[in-house]
């Protein structure tokens, strides 16, 4: 592959082409303000049939015409088929909000070979678009973090998933801060899970640990595929969501599929 084809080069093209961006604010909830085109590479996935369509899981847009999400999202049956996926959203319930939703169909569906549910691990997939997408304010894909060690360790998750556990999904985009865990320390939140699912524990070179060691903060059921982020020159995507214990527990932090340890992979289909 080309240097010009890498990750990294491509992330230079996206920080050259997309500006800062200014909006007003949209939404508050608990004293933080949501702007309409803070997370513009947000993507959520529907389900269900085009007459009734149920958004569901999430996922990042890397590039002009592929979303990275977690594999779960797209081989879990009781989510029914997946057939849309939406960008450029910030409330699913509002025509006037800042924001210029377009919806995709989708042309392929790549799972990563090593993903063998029950099993947890390589829980990453790539949906490709079926046309390409024109960037724009509310539009523009992430930059992916691709070295393992991190320049700061306070996360920022996103997604429309529920805001408490056992509670409904909520239609508004949110945002929450979090904080990098340990592998010694999640690892201890994980020794009981069952042998099939995490055979060899959490492994750090392919997962990462985030949630809250004083706030009950964290990613919920339906946060599944979400992008964990980090803000250094550009927003860069570090995790996927994938699963976890509980729900903004302190001290439970929740597991992430690790970005940086399948760039090879990703570019290998998206920039070939």
Request: glycine share 8%.
């Amino acid at each position: 592959m080309s240097v010009a084809n890498s990750a990294e080069a491509k992330c230079e093209e996206y920080k050259h082409r997309v500006k800062k961006r200014a909006s007003i604010i949209t939404y508050v909830f608990g004293g933080t303000a949501y702007l309409g085109k803070e997370f513009p590479h947000m993507a959520i996935l529907g389900y269900g049939i085009p007459e009734k369509i149920d958004w569901l899981c999430g996922g990042s847009l890397i590039s002009d015409q592929f979303v990275l999400t977690a594999a779960h999202c797209l081989v879990t049956s009781n989510l029914g088929d997946l057939i849309r996926v939406r960008l450029g959203e910030l409330d699913l319930q509002s025509v006037s909000d800042d924001a210029n939703p377009q919806d995709f169909g989708i042309s392929g569906k790549i799972v990563h070979p090593n993903y063998h549910p029950p099993s947890q691990y390589n829980d990453i997939a790539l949906l490709k678009l079926d046309r390409q997408v024109q960037f724009s304010d509310y539009i523009a894909p992430i930059c992916l973090q691709v070295n393992r060690n991190l320049p700061n360790a306070n996360f920022i998750a996103t997604g429309w998933g529920r805001t408490e556990l056992g509670g409904s999904q909520s239609d508004i985009l949110m945002k929450v801060d979090l904080e990098y865990f340990p592998n010694e320390v999640c690892q201890r939140n994980y020794d009981d899970v069952a042998l099939e699912s995490l055979s060899r524990g959490i492994v750090d070179d392919t997962q990462i640990c985030a949630g809250s060691r004083q706030e009950e903060k964290d990613t919920c059921q339906g946060d599944s595929g979400w992008p964990l982020q980090i803000r250094d020159d550009a927003l860069y995507l570090v995790g996927i969501t994938s699963f976890g214990k509980a729900c903004g527990v302190v001290n439970s932090p929740a597991v992430y599929t690790r970005v940086s340890y399948y760039v090879p992979w990703v570019e290998g289909i998206v920039w070939s």
